[in-house]
């Protein structure tokens, strides 16, 4: 049964302390993603990893941070830096393609809510 | 910067009748164009998809319209059924890794 999961689906977390979100893929996928999504908003682009062992910033990543050590795994961590961490996290993954857009397949979510 | 706006926020129609969501973006090098739907405490699914090579795509009730000249793209809904309520996402991208997503659309069937 191919796809992507990610856990916990729900994650309580004090204020000051770091948490890890986790998402895999068995789909193959070279490109995995991580996006914020705030109520009554669309998707914010957090981190982005094309290969292993490497990752690029998106729009809104300061107070994360992430890790590509494995071609199935792309864990997010939220750091006591991040001020409003309170969001649905979303993952996705992707085909890549150099240049060419490749479609992107969503994971379940983790609702995180600081405490 | 690149952009996105959809249109409307909410949008309420009854069963059986027709929806429109609309978007429009702002770099004019996109050329891929994805729709997801994304019901309450879940991923969003992709649902159709096209791109700036192709005007129009269709499958079964739902179809997509591309005008590249104006940079905007619309999601049409036939024969609206109680499961297709859900916040509907329509989004942009110019180039692998970077897709651009409208605010959502909250369509609700009304029975």
Redesign the interface.
């Known amino acids: 049964d191919g796809g ?1 999961t ?1 856990s916990p689906k729900y994650l309580f977390r004090k204020e000051g302390q770091n948490v890890t979100l986790s998402c895999e893929q068995n789909l193959n996928h070279d ?1 995995m ?1 991580w996006y914020r999504q705030d109520p ?6 957090i981190y ?1 990893s ?1 290969i292993v062992n490497d990752f ?1 910033k998106g729009d809104i990543a300061e107070g994360y941070s992430v890790s590509r050590e494995k071609k199935e795994s792309f864990p997010l961590t939220v750091t006591s830096a991040q001020k409003n961490p309170t969001a649905f996290y ?1 993952c996705a993954s992707s085909i ?14 983790t ?1 995180l809510t600081v405490l | 910067g690149e952009n996105v706006e959809q249109h409307p926020s909410t949008l309420s129609v009854q069963e059986g009748d027709s929806a429109v969501i609309k978007c429009t973006y702002s770099d004019s090098a996109s050329n891929y164009f994805p729709w997801y739907k994304q019901e309450l405490g879940k991923g969003p699914q992709l649902i159709i998809d096209i791109r700036s090579n192709v005007g129009e795509k269709k499958d079964q009730r739902i179809a997509v319209t591309l005008n590249k000249t104006a940079k905007h793209f619309s999601l049409h809904i036939t024969e609206t059924q109680p499961e297709d309520s859900a916040v509907y996402f329509c989004a942009a991208s110019s180039r692998a890794s970077k897709i651009i997503f409208g605010s959502g659309t909250r369509l609700s069937i009304r029975p």
């Open positions: 992507i990610q490109a993603y009554g908003q669309g998707l914010r682009l982005y094309q690029q979303l890549t393609s150099g240049s060419y857009t490749d479609t992107q397949y969503f994971g379940p979510g609702r």
